[in-house]
C-alpha cells in the first residue's frame, strides 16, 4: 500500500514482507553464487578468488589497492588469492608505476546467462526496481564507489 506524504509516495511494508524479501535475497544470493561454486570446487577455489576475477576482468589493469577497495578484504587475504590466481596461470601481474597489476580474465558465462534469464523473466520495469533496492540497501560510501563503477570509472 503506498500512501503520498508531502508530495513523496512512500511505501509502506508489514514485518513479514520484508521478512519475505530478506529471504528471497538470500536464496537468490544462493542460486546466483551456485554455478561459480559449482566450477571453484573442483579447482581448490572460493568466491573470494571468483570475486576478484570478476573485477579484474570488469577493469584489466586495475591496482591491488583498487581491488583492496572494492572487496573490502585484508592486503594478506587477497595476496593469498592473487598468489594463488597468478602461480595457476589466470591472473598475470605487471608492475607499473603504481604497483598496477594488469589482468585478463573473464567473468563465467554460467553466471551471466543465470542473471539474463532472472531478468528477462522479470521484464524491465522489476529489473531497475530490483536495481534500486539495492543501490538504497548500500552504505553511502558503497553506493559511491558502485555509482564510479557503473559509470565506467
Given amino acids: 500500500m503506498a500512501e503520498t506524504l508531502g508530495g513523496e509516495s512512500l511505501l509502506f511494508l508489514t514485518d513479514e514482507q520484508v521478512r519475505k524479501g530478506i529471504e528471497a535475497m538470500f536464496f537468490a544470493y544462493r542460486g546466483f553464487t551456485a554455478d561459480p561454486d559449482r566450477i571453484l570446487e573442483g579447482m581448490d577455489y572460493g568466491r573470494a578468488h571468483h570475486r576478484a576475477v570478476h573485477f579484474v576482468h570488469r577493469s584489466p589493469g586495475t591496482t591491488v589497492s583498487n581491488l583492496l577497495s572494492i572487496l573490502g578484504v585484508t592486503k594478506q587475504s587477497l595476496n593469498r588469492v592473487l598468489r594463488t590466481l597468478i602461480e595457476d596461470g589466470l ?63
Fill in 91 to 153: 591472473v598475470r601481474s605487471e608492475k607499473g608505476r603504481v604497483d598496477a597489476r594488469e589482468r585478463h580474465l573473464y567473468l563465467t558465462d554460467a553466471q551471466r546467462a543465470r542473471m539474463r534469464a532472472a531478468y528477462r523473466a522479470a521484464g524491465p520495469q522489476a529489473v531497475q526496481g530490483f536495481r534500486q533496492v539495492l543501490e538504497a540497501m548500500m552504505d553511502p560510501e558503497m553506493r559511491t564507489q558502485y555509482t564510479r563503477l557503473k559509470e565506467g570509472g
